[in-house]
């Protein structure tokens, strides 16, 4: 999952992106408002924290030009505590959920991480696959009730191909998604990490789509054996 984080207070931007990257987040981030709308208007990103005062173009108007260029990343606006109206004016700009300053850090990542599983249609914080099970809150990862160690790297293949199961996905997207703007995308290359993930679920989960990309879904086998 990446994520995108407009906040122009620099030691608050600095506290949220350690926070979501240490959750297992790729994250961009910006400090103005007129970077944070050309980022999240180019970037593919699975949610975004955007803060409503901010240098530049403001928060709202910010938001209101992605939904009108068509932008449907779920969006977290940020709010000061004595300016209630700008929630009101921020979710009718089209945002999915607020946070008013000061909060905890926690409580802004289980809102993004309820947005990010709500857009893929999950509404539980377990995500299943059969007998693999990804729990997005504590980012743990069980096979047949054991847990699997994964990297972060692997963490967050597996997290969105669970998000998007039944899905076919090609390596571009999975590319955009798994990676922040900085990183060094080459030498990591995705069949690598589905390889390494393949062997640590000891299982088909994983289908190649010859041409198309990967799709994650309940091996073969474990379908019929279930009975259904
Ligand atoms: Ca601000």
Not at 21 to 42: I, R, S
Not at 81 to 100: L, Q
Not at 145 to 157: A, M, Y
């Amino acid at each position: 999952m990446r994520i995108l984080i407009v906040e122009d207070d620099k030691d608050l931007n600095r506290q949220l992106v350690e926070a979501f990257t240490n959750a297992g987040y790729a994250v961009d981030t910006a400090e103005d408002g007129d970077e944070g709308h050309f980022l999240g208007d180019t970037e593919p990103y699975d949610a975004v924290v955007l803060d409503i005062g901010l240098p530049g173009m403001d928060g709202i108007t910010v938001l209101e030009n992605w939904r009108r260029e068509g932008r449907a990343m779920p969006v977290l606006i940020l709010t000061a505590r004595d300016r209630w109206n700008d929630k009101v004016s921020g979710i009718d700009a089209g945002a999915d959920d607020y946070v008013t300053k000061p909060f905890h850090i926690e409580e802004v990542l289980a809102r993004v991480r309820a947005l990010i599983r709500r857009a893929a249609g999950h509404a539980a914080s377990q995500i299943t696959c059969g007998d693999l099970m990804v729990d997005t809150r504590t980012s743990r990862v069980t096979l047949r009730g054991n847990p699997v160690k994964l990297t972060s790297h692997e963490f967050r293949l597996l997290s969105y191909l669970m998000h998007h199961q039944e899905k076919v996905i090609s390596r571009t997207e999975l590319t955009e998604h798994l990676y922040d703007q900085d990183f060094d995308r080459d030498s990591n290359t995705i069949e690598v990490f589905i390889g390494r993930l393949r062997k640590k679920l000891k299982g088909d989960y994983i289908e190649t789509v010859r041409g198309l990309g990967y799709r994650l879904a309940v091996p073969a086998a474990e379908n019929a054996g279930t009975g259904g």
